[in-house]
């Protein structure tokens, strides 16, 4: 399975003078591996990547959910990074998957970021 995240307009919410260091974790769960991926610094930050999941079957699809979560990598070692907004998506509600054609799919993220970015 493959999916291609493309995130748009990140930095809608933070303050203006703040720019953020975004990355994306994208993973199958329960039980699955995570990947992600590192995008530049800035305000209007845009990426696309890839993210590949092998071995998953079609009885998979009704158990599993596509989790996407972004974060802004904090600049100081020691605090923690920043969830700027995730998606759940379970799989089970893609009835396309299961024809294995490809699937596109437009969500907006929940956006979780608080006051202090």
Known sequence: M??????FRLA???KPELEIHAFCKVSLT??????????KRGRDI????EFFFDNV??????????????YHQSP??????????????PLKNLSE???KKEVKIVEELKFRINSKV
Do not use: H, Y
Request: hydrophobic share 45%; glycine share 10%; with cysteine.
């Open 2 to 7: 493959t999916v291609v995240c493309g995130l």
């Open 46 to 49: 845009a990426f696309n990547q």
């Open 97 to 99: 998957l299961r024809s």
């Open 76 to 89: 100081q070692k020691l605090q923690k990074d920043v969830i700027i907004g995730d998606l759940f998506l």
């Open 30 to 39: 329960p039980g699955g591996k995570s990947q992600s991926s590192v995008a």
């Open 57 to 70: 079957l079609v009885e998979d699809l009704n158990e599993k959910c596509l989790a996407i979560t972004v």
């Open 12 to 14: 809608g919410k933070l």
